[in-house]
């Protein structure tokens, strides 16, 4: 009998473990219901949309790259798994450190922040010079002004 406890509490054990080692993955983004956790505006556009899990599995959803970082530079106490971004070009998603990313002011996102991300930094490179854009490393994003394209804000609500 004791052989069959100790059998179960390994087993209980073991699946504890794994379960702490799962890893982060982003998921599927509904325009119906999603909303991003900074603005609080529906994540209409799947081109634009970013992720940050949290230690604790809860997947923080955001309508623009800029949004995020707002969140995560208000949020300082949580712990961040990993972070994932879209491809500009495919929508797939990537993780974050191993994009290259693209600030131009002609560029339109939902909130303006005017970043995106490429997979491939040769497309990063090329997207830049086409839009008078500058090139920026995951790392330079933390030293990035997230602030806010009003210009492109003005013109943006006139369309609608």
Request: glycine share 4%; proline share 2%.
């Amino acid at each position: 009998m004791k052989k069959v406890w100790y059998a179960i509490a390994l087993l209980g054990l073991f699946l504890i473990i794994s379960g702490c080692g799962k890893k982060a993955e982003p998921v599927a983004i509904n325009p119906k219901t999603d909303t991003c956790e900074y603005c609080h505006m529906g994540i209409m556009d799947n081109q634009y949309a970013t992720e940050a899990v949290l230690a604790n599995n809860k997947t923080m959803k955001f309508d623009d790259l800029g949004c995020m970082y707002k969140w995560i530079s208000e949020n300082k106490d949580q712990k961040i798994q990993a972070k994932f971004v879209r491809d500009f070009n495919t929508k797939k998603w990537l993780q974050a450190e191993k994009a290259t990313y693209v600030y131009a002011k002609s560029l339109k996102t939902p909130m303006s922040y005017n970043v995106v991300a490429f997979k491939n930094k040769n497309d990063a490179q090329s997207f830049a010079k086409k839009n008078n854009g500058t090139v920026l490393s995951y790392d330079d994003l933390n030293s990035h002004k997230w602030v806010k394209n009003k210009d492109m804000m003005k013109k943006m609500k006139g369309n609608m």
